[in-house]
């Protein structure tokens, strides 16, 4: 099974984008929904502009003026996505960082965001990329992460998701907080209330039936992609320790395909890490 599919053709990506699963473009936060473009939009719009010529160091030490980066990217302005791109003071050490963004095109994927820090005038290092994370800068200026894209085929369908609507049902956790600081884009911790509104969310999906599936081409209702956004979540937000993440899904996830969905989940888990800097 593939997590991410970054380039389909021009007709695939149209059709993926139905309203079931247009939903997943928008980020869920306390207080409300946000339309990720919307949001992308409201950020930017607080940014100072950059100049075109401004030079930017990349990870693998080229260096690019930002009229041609998004060129070198290869971004996508296909449903209206587009790139942004501005100027703030992201921790409040009164330098201002260059925040990228872009859109790779595909089937439910890929929002793609650059921090880089200032080191000349007018020139820029990178610092940090967030990939295929739904990203939306809130008012702190913390970058919310969503692993909806990265584990939207985890043994279902893109737009299926686990749906218990009564009172006792476990409650949505799927994303994560980022803060930049000295140079660096860093996971903020978990605290106890999330911490035990996880340990509540595996408790209660550890006792839903079982959903065999025939074979690789199967899809559940979204039971096992559930348990994986609860425990990336997990993982992220309490030490990245993969040991007491594995206890965790042991404790809670007893049905036969154990090995199967905890090999699919590290793999994921993997291409998270290599693709993006937190």
Known sequence: MKPLFRFFVLALLLLSFSAS????????????????EECN??????????LPKTLMVLKNKKTVSLKNFFNFT??????????HQGLKDLDQDGKKELILYDYT?????????????NIAPNKYQYVAKTFAGDVC??????????????????FTCFACGFSDTTDAGPQSVASIALRYNKGK???????MELKNKIMDNLGKLKEYPYQKLQDEADQDDG?????????????????????QTKILFDKYYKFPDAKTVWKEFVQILNGIKSESDF
């Open 21 to 36: 699963a247009k939903k997943y473009f928008q980020q869920q936060t306390q207080d409300s929904i946000i339309d990720q």
């Open 41 to 50: 939009e409201k950020f930017f719009a607080t940014c100072d502009p950059a």
């Open 185 to 191: 884009l860093a996971v903020v911790p978990g605290n």
């Open 74 to 83: 290869g971004a996508d302005t296909l449903m209206g996505m587009g790139t």
């Open 223 to 243: 039971l096992r992609k559930e348990f994986a956004l609860n425990l990336v979540v997990y993982y992220y937000s309490f030490g990245k320790n993969i040991g």
């Open 137 to 154: 800068i809130n008012n702190n200026n913390e970058f919310i992460y969503s692993f909806y894209q990265q584990y939207g085929y985890f």
């Open 105 to 117: 095109g595909g089937a439910h994927c890929c929002d793609e965001y650059y921090v880089f820090k």
